[in-house]
């Protein structure tokens, strides 16, 4: 069973960059698809972006693409998620997730972190 933590989030501004990164112990990390899903405010959980086991294929959603970018390294066991022209839509609560199968972006995950909060003042 693979546990997951996030870190990263934080304050930023419009225009803005950060970097999330989630660390993965127990498990075979390689083995898992993962995924970035995210719950802004009054919206439901939204999965934005999602990775295969090694990592050569991206998923994005709309209001993401372009703007994000997910990756993986299996030898570090970790996985990122770059945001860059950071939005005010884009705050809310990010949570790293794995799963053992298909990657795509879908909620099912099986495991899941804690969860980051990003926030990006208007």
């Known amino acids: 069973q693979v546990q997951l933590v996030e870190s990263g989030g934080g304050l930023a501004q419009i225009g803005d960059s950060l970097t999330l990164s989630c660390a993965a112990t127990g498990g075979q990390f390689d083995m898992y698809a993962l995924g970035w899903v995210r719950r802004t405010p009054g919206k439901e959980r939204e999965s934005i972006a999602a990775?295969?086991?090694?990592?050569?294929?991206?998923f994005y959603a709309e209001s993401v693409e372009g703007r994000f970018t997910i990756s993986r390294d299996n030898a570090k066991n970790t996985l990122y998620l770059q945001m860059n022209n950071l939005k005010p839509e884009d705050t809310g609560v990010y949570y790293c997730?794995?799963?053992?199968?298909?990657?795509?972006?879908?909620?099912?995950?099986?495991?899941w972190g804690q969860g980051t909060q990003v926030t990006v003042a208007q």
């Open positions: 997730a794995a799963r053992d199968g298909l990657a795509g972006l879908r909620k099912n995950y099986e495991y």
């Open positions: 990775i295969t086991w090694d990592g050569a294929t991206t």
